[in-house]
């Protein structure tokens, strides 16, 4: 076998030098280095951003998503969406194990890899189902994943659809528990998703009953599953790409305090400033949506005088994935 370097590098056709999510194509033939894993592919999780916006393209066509999908898979050589800059994850079955692969894992285990789609070889041979509501794609297919790539066992216990759905959006909750403190006040935008029912829960539990914590979404369908929930003090329907007006509703909300952490986990773009309006000053933003335009968040906090944080919603945070597989088992009914 030949030889790998640890971040994918050596799969990297164009531009040379960069890594392999920065690339516009990369290497996706299936012949194994070193230090790679080779696993057959049978779902894809897109993530929320890039599937919403295929679904507009496609004008909610599902042929002409999975066409979408395997034009971009053919020119990148992985699911890396130009529009939105953003990919997902898989599950699949492990086939071959290179010689130098640092994991543990045997050929025939079941996983699901905790890296984007955006930097992950694959190849697509048929997509056999677009699942709508899931923002999840059926597929045979295989994939490389880099020595220095994350994975999790699937659970025995838990459906795979089920369990690809919360894993790939492990990070928010686990996050969003690190970040809460108990008496706060704390906003979730977009709380009626799975990513935002989740980091509910958390900040519900950590905020405790000294704290308020607020869930909004944009429908009526979503502050429904907020309420069902249990998980939000108060439920509000707004939206967030309108920043005054989402800024007052806010301050009606919080008796004109604002909120000490918002977590924003929308779909859709332009919402960079409501979330910063709705914060108060040395107050925690936390963008776990990849429709975040972080230069109009800088520039945008700094031109209305806002001294707030504001953190990237990184995928990964130390054990995000047992997490995210706990409060599954716990909240079965809501998904």
Not at 5 to 28: F, M, T
């Amino acid at each position: 076998m030949k030889e790998g370097c640890p971040y994918g590098s050596h799969r990297v056709i164009e531009p040379k030098g960069v890594l392999p999510q920065a690339a516009w194509k990369i290497d996706n033939t299936m012949q194994l280095y070193d230090n790679e894993l080779l696993i057959d592919v049978n779902m894809l999780n897109i993530d929320a951003a890039s599937f919403r916006q295929m679904k507009d393209q496609a004008k909610g066509n599902s042929q002409e998503i999975a066409g979408i999908i395997l034009d971009t898979v053919a020119k990148r050589g992985k699911q890396h969406n130009p529009m939105t800059g953003s990919g997902g994850m898989f599950t699949g079955r492990v086939c071959e194990v290179g010689e130098k692969f640092p994991g543990e894992v045997e050929p025939g285990e079941n996983i699901a890899t905790l890296v984007s789609l955006s930097l992950t070889p694959l190849r697509i041979d048929a997509i056999h189902d677009v699942d709508m509501e899931r923002d999840q794609v059926k597929i045979s297919g295989q994939a490389i994943l880099f020595a220095s790539g994350i994975y999790a066992k699937l659970p025995i216990d838990l459906p795979r659809d089920y369990a690809l759905a919360l894993l790939d959006v492990a990070g928010a909750p686990a996050q969003t528990a690190r970040l809460v403190r108990p008496g706060q006040t704390v906003l979730v935008i977009g709380g009626g998703g799975k990513s935002g029912l989740l980091c509910l829960y958390e900040a519900k539990k950590r905020a405790g009953i000294t704290g308020k914590v607020i869930g909004l979404s944009y429908s009526e369908r979503g502050c429904l599953r907020i309420k069902r929930s249990g998980f939000a003090d108060q439920v509000l329907q707004g939206d967030a790409t309108k920043p005054l007006e989402f800024y007052q509703k806010i301050l009606k909300a919080t008796n004109g305090e604002l909120a000490d952490i918002t977590i924003n986990c929308v779909d859709v773009p332009g919402t960079e400033m409501a979330s910063i309006l709705a914060t108060k000053n040395r107050g925690i933003v936390y963008f776990f949506s990849m429709a975040t335009n972080f230069t109009a968040a800088a520039l945008g906090a700094e031109g209305v005088g806002k001294d707030v944080q504001m953190l990237i919603g990184n995928g990964y945070t130390e054990g995000h994935a047992e997490i995210v597989l706990d409060i599954g088992r716990r909240l079965k009914s809501l998904f």
